[in-house]
């Protein structure tokens, strides 16, 4: 339940960022926003990866992961 | 320009662009978004300095050196059909169009082939931080090609940045500024290059998925899974955004592509309550949509981000080209006028008084007696005013569905990678194989996106080259019938045996998987440190 929870405020959050984005965007600033945003991407993405690792070492501490 | 135009090499002629067009970007989204999908991973590798990454961005590197050798030989090709089915285009506006396309050449595709290289031959000759800065620099690359073609494309869609001159009969450069930052050409790089984000984190997200599946090393599958979500969940977001720009940006510049993308056949006032078709059968003939199912008040604010802007139909957009259209008949006679004569100043006065209507004169070249403007008289004109008029829609059935199949595959996927993101961030992937079996489906979803994507912005424009001033008619080199269809099944062999070669070398590496070597304690081998064999031509064995 806590989990689905957390999906569907995950989602309302993406989708409002997603209306914010389509109601501002119009003739932005496009080519700037790709070096933001594609930074932003490659950040995000790279921590995500890097959090898996310390899930692992946690679930490690705890002997369950086979990883 | 007197010389009869055959509209059979014409149409000949865009079969064989679209062909070649569509076939080479299935190669392109993805090294757009792989190539920074790499470079992604090997950050966490040269960060963190854990082995698991460096294997990670040398295994899928692998896959990426094969799209990239046959994307880059789809591509070369296709510059020179400008020259060689495209003559009068190239004449028309080849200053302009030239220049990007010199720049993409000369600069980012070179930065982006020596790059590739090194990338691929040089783990063992550098350092990780200099081999990461090489990554990074083949992503920008990548897409700094990219860019300059979308900016090439951007002037089709909305020439700025240059003018028509009556002495040379040719575009020239006003400005070269307003080449590049032209909106269409910014909000259409964005979306192009996050398509292919999307792509590339499709395709990596859904290889994993079969890894998981059929429990393939799980280490590389379970880590690469977890950054392509992330990586596609912002990046559909992005599409999307730039999705709906491109939307708004075509609004203003082509409201002819913009009423077939939506099949509006009728203007409505009622901005307020105007219905935005869900799914609609438009009908050419019968001017209107067989059947459709609309939603109100959605309309207006989500084309024009506006609650009171009118968004003309094609009824009255065919009425509105008509005044145009015979100015642009005067113009092109005066333009004649003043090509056989450049004394002649009042001919050359009356062009430059109806120049900016030039192209509809043009367009209307297709539907004069003989094609010979002067001809056009009295009696025939309404006549040929309603042809001409009725050519400058495009074909609103295609422009309707290939719209709607990629916002629908856009949605979808939006869906899919947060689906997917929330299950690993919260490590129960494996939990959901029917969730794997989808991912991995889904595979060629961003691929269909593109490529109705390029038909929506291409047969949109129809039936322009260049949107108002060249038409597709006028565009195409006069090559004989024999020569088109000889060069068109050529073209398409070719190139089948290049999509045959991909899908066979994707498949056949990508079931093999990544090595295992290191977990006997050997160095990560995959793609690396390979002097003078490419990376993915090594053998590769696999454990599961
Ligand atoms: C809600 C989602 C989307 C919207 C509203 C949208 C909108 C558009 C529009 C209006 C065009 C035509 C551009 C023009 O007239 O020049 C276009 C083209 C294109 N789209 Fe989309 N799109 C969406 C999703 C996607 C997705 C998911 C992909 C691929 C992953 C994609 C890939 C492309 C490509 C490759 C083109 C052709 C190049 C260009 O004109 O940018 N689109 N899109």
Redesign the pocket.
């Known amino acids: 339940m806590k989990g689905l929870l957390t999906f569907i405020t995950g989602f309302v959050i993406l989708a409002f960022a997603l209306f914010l984005a389509v109601i501002t965007g119009d003739y932005g600033p496009w080519y700037f926003a790709w070096l933001v945003g594609t930074t932003m991407i490659v950040l995000i993405s790279a921590s995500g990866a890097a959090m898996f690792d310390r899930q692992d070492e946690e679930l490690n501490q705890k002997g369950i992961s086979s990883r | 320009m007197d010389m009869l135009i055959n509209p059979t090499v014409v149409e000949l002629s865009r079969l064989q662009f679209a062909l070649t067009a569509l076939y080479h970007?299935l190669f392109v989204?993805l090294t757009l978004g792989l190539t920074f999908i790499l470079a992604t991973m090997e950050t966490v590798y040269v960060v963190t300095g854990k082995q698991i990454y460096k294997e990670m961005t040398q295994f899928w590197g692998k896959l990426f050196a094969i799209n990239f050798a046959l994307g880059v030989a789809t591509g070369l090709t296709m510059e020179f059909e400008f020259g060689t089915n495209w003559s009068m285009y190239s004449h028309f506006v080849g200053d302009i169009f030239g220049t990007p396309l010199a720049i993409e050449g000369l600069m980012a595709f070179f930065m982006e082939s020596t790059f590739v290289g090194v990338m691929f031959f040089g783990w063992d000759r550098m350092s990780p931080k200099a081999h990461l800065v090489v990554t990074y620099l083949v992503a920008l690359g990548s897409n700094l090609s990219a860019l300059w073609i979308?900016i090439a494309?951007g002037f089709m869609?909305d020439p700025r940045g240059g003018t028509f001159d009556p002495n040379t009969m040719r575009m020239q450069f006003t400005s070269f500024v307003g080449l590049i930052f032209n909106p269409?050409a910014q909000a259409?790089f964005v979306?192009?290059s996050i398509?292919g984000f999307?792509?590339g984190s499709m395709f990596v997200m859904a290889v994993s998925a079969y890894y998981l599946l059929t429990k393939k090393r799980r280490d590389i599958a379970l880590r690469s899974f977890r950054l392509a979500a992330i990586f596609g969940v912002i990046s559909?977001v992005g599409?999307?955004t730039l999705?709906?720009a491109?939307?708004y940006i075509?609004a203003h510049a082509?409201p002819t592509?913009l009423a077939a993308?939506e099949a509006i056949w009728e203007t409505n006032p009622h901005t307020v309550s105007a219905s935005w078709n869900l799914i609609a059968f438009p009908s050419r003939t019968e001017q209107k949509n067989v059947f459709e199912i609309g939603i109100p008040y959605v309309l207006t604010p989500l084309l024009t981000h506006s609650e009171d802007t009118v968004i003309p139909g094609i009824k009255n957009l065919e009425q509105d080209a008509k005044p145009h259209i015979e100015n642009g008949i005067k113009a092109m006679i005066a333009l004649k006028a003043y090509n056989a004569d450049h004394n002649d100043t009042a001919a050359l006065a009356t062009f430059k008084q109806y120049e900016k209507d030039m192209g509809y004169g043009f367009l209307a070249k297709e539907f004069a007696p003989d094609q010979d403007l002067a001809k056009v008289n009295a009696s025939n004109l309404p006549s040929v005013l309603d042809k001409t008029a009725k050519a400058t829609i495009p074909n609103v059935w295609v422009e309707f569905w290939a719209?709607r199949l990629?916002?629908a595959?856009?949605?979808f996927?939006l869906v899919l990678f947060a689906f997917a993101a929330y299950y690993s961030l919260k490590n129960e992937i494996e939990k959901h194989p029917l969730f794997l079996k989808i991912a991995l489906w889904s595979v060629p979803l961003?691929w269909i996106?593109?490529e109705f994507?390029?038909i929506?912005?291409e047969n949109?424009?129809q039936p322009w080259t260049v949107y108002g001033w060249l038409p597709t008619f006028v565009s195409a080199s006069s090559h004989s019938v024999s020569y088109m269809i000889f060069s068109l099944i050529g073209f398409v062999l070719l190139y089948s045996t290049f999509i045959a070669a991909e899908l066979y070398l994707m498949f056949k590496y990508a079931r093999l998987g990544p090595q295992e070597s290191h977990h006997h304690g050997e160095e990560p081998a995959a793609g690396g440190g390979m002097a003078g064999k490419p990376a993915f031509a090594k053998s590769s064995m696999n454990r599961s």
């Open positions: 970007f989204p979308l494309n869609q269409d259409k979306h192009t398509a999307v792509t559909t599409v999307i999705g709906d491109l939307g075509d082509q592509k993308m719209f990629m916002v595959a856009g949605f996927m961003p996106a593109c994507g390029w929506t912005a949109g424009r």
